[in-house]
């Protein structure tokens, strides 16, 4: 099948009649059940309600009616991400059989768009995670390289994509989880304003971070999924509603104003993400654009912050499992207190329990102040160090990750994989829009360069980042 790489592309061909629907999906679905035997970036493939949906796109389009943005677009849904009457597990055991009676307000949009769902895709249990590791339904392998991961938490998301089984798919991001599988796939990634798409029916980790977000094939697609799915919604009071993805602008190279905060440009990295990074600055500097290093003053110490307010908000949001209302109920107990403690021991994974356990530790009386509270003073700084940069600079460029996607059978200690997360984490900090452009290493691989703007100037990151996708393009 010939392989398609726009939702312009794709929609052409149905209106032309290169394609129908039913035709296009139907095969495709053929190549995912058989790709996804070794990758595994689907808890479940949607293959009934996919070509339901076709077959009544076909006729939509025979009868000459009006097509949504997204007609006969195959996407894929994180499976902490409710699709009516289909299993939503959040890749835990505590979920293995909800099917949740209600739709997120996000997959409402996208199919009044007449969008395709192709599947549920693979994340880390409840979003914990950078590799899939944590899945309870093992691990999602790179397309690129199917000995190492496709990241995390969305790392099903990016693999559905770079196995061309989807043309877009939605994550979530809390701490760079679309961002991150994104760059390990080689594919543009966004994580919008905080406040811009409404979480109504997104299973919470910590509500003050999580955020909606895109993987796609191009940056323009990404732009169109993300205006779909935007807007205000009474299901939740953080949705705003603002128009944030408006028409992208041409914009000019050398009229760029980018900054590069120290501490991105200090840490520590991989040789070969290093030098890259280093060529991409001085191809911007050759083309004009003006490219500062910044110091910032909080920025360094994101992670402590991040880890300290997000396990602060996975405990209360975790407390909901308890094996009475839904989810795993343990077998044997003898009263309540029994059934919550076998039910959460016998349904949560090993990194969800640290984190509840981290969580719980640091809001006790005792702690609380002298964390917790700091932290959110932190909090402030950090959204302080952006505001500053953003009176000057349109645009702060980083990489989106420091390191090559993990070798699925890597030991790393918890440390040092959250300590790889200092340039995605102060973007869910501060609630800003980032989005990953990536750019080739030349071993097959890729890293991600991610371009961060002010809130809720969400065309400005996506218009610049479709002008470095460009550059990117240009130099090959």
Request: aromatic share 6%; net charge negative; proline share 4%.
């Amino acid at each position: 099948m010939e392989k398609i790489t726009s939702v312009k592309q794709l929609i052409e061909k149905y209106k032309s009649g290169q394609l129908t629907v039913t035709d296009y999906i139907g095969q495709l679905l053929k190549e995912v059940k058989e790709k996804d035997k070794d990758t595994n970036a689907y808890i479940t493939i949607t293959e009934d309600l996919a070509m339901e949906t076709a077959k009544r796109l076909d006729q939509k389009l025979k009868n000459k009616e009006d097509l949504g943005a997204l007609f006969g677009v195959p996407v894929s849904i994180k499976d902490n991400i409710a699709v009516k009457d289909v299993k939503m597990t959040c890749a835990s055991r505590m979920l293995e059989d909800f099917v949740p009676p209600y739709q997120a307000s996000l997959v409402d949009k996208i199919l009044a768009q007449d969008a395709v769902i192709i599947g549920k895709t693979n994340l880390d249990e409840f979003a914990m995670g950078s590799s899939t590791k944590n899945s309870y339904f093992g691990v999602t392998k790179n397309p690129l390289d199917p000995t190492r991961v496709a990241g995390g938490s969305s790392g099903g998301a990016g693999a559905s994509v770079a196995m061309d089984s989807c043309l877009l798919a939605v994550g979530t991001d809390t701490g760079g989880s679309v961002r991150q599988p994104a760059t390990f796939c080689g594919l543009p990634g966004m994580k919008p304003s905080y406040g811009s798409i409404s979480r109504s029916g997104v299973a919470s980790m910590a509500n003050t971070f999580d955020q909606p977000g895109v993987v796609g094939k191009n940056v323009e697609d990404l732009a169109l999924l993300l205006d779909i799915m935007q807007g205000a919604d009474e299901k939740d009071a953080t949705a705003l509603g603002n128009d944030v993805f408006k028409k992208l602008e041409d914009i000019d190279l050398s009229k760029m104003k980018i900054a590069v905060a120290d501490c991105h440009m200090d840490m520590e990295m991989d040789p070969d993400i290093k030098k890259a990074f280093e060529e991409v600055l001085a191809k911007l500097k050759d083309r004009g654009a003006q490219v500062d290093r910044v110091e910032t003053k909080n920025l360094q110490y994101a992670i402590i912050v991040y880890h300290i307010l997000v396990n602060g908000e996975i405990a209360p949001n975790m407390s909901r499992y308890d094996g009475l209302r839904f989810g795993h109920r343990a077998k044997d107990y003898s009263d309540i207190n029994e059934l919550f403690t076998k039910s959460r021991s016998e349904g949560f994974g090993d990194e969800v329990k640290r984190r509840i356990m981290i969580g719980t530790h640091i809001l006790s009386l005792d702690l609380a102040k002298e964390y917790y509270d700091k932290a959110l003073q932190v909090r402030h700084g950090i959204m302080d160090d952006y505001k500053k940069i953003f009176e000057d600079y349109d645009v702060v460029l980083s990489p989106t990750y420091p390191v090559k996607p993990y070798l699925i059978d890597q030991e790393m200690t918890p440390v040092e994989i959250y300590s790889a997360d200092l340039c995605t984490v102060p973007v869910n900090i501060a609630g800003l829009p980032a989005v990953s452009v990536p750019y080739p290493l030349g071993d097959g691989l890729y890293m991600g360069l991610q371009l961060t703007s002010d809130h809720f100037k969400d065309n400005v990151c996506l218009s610049y980042g479709k002008a470095l996708e460009g550059m990117i393009k240009n130099d090959l």
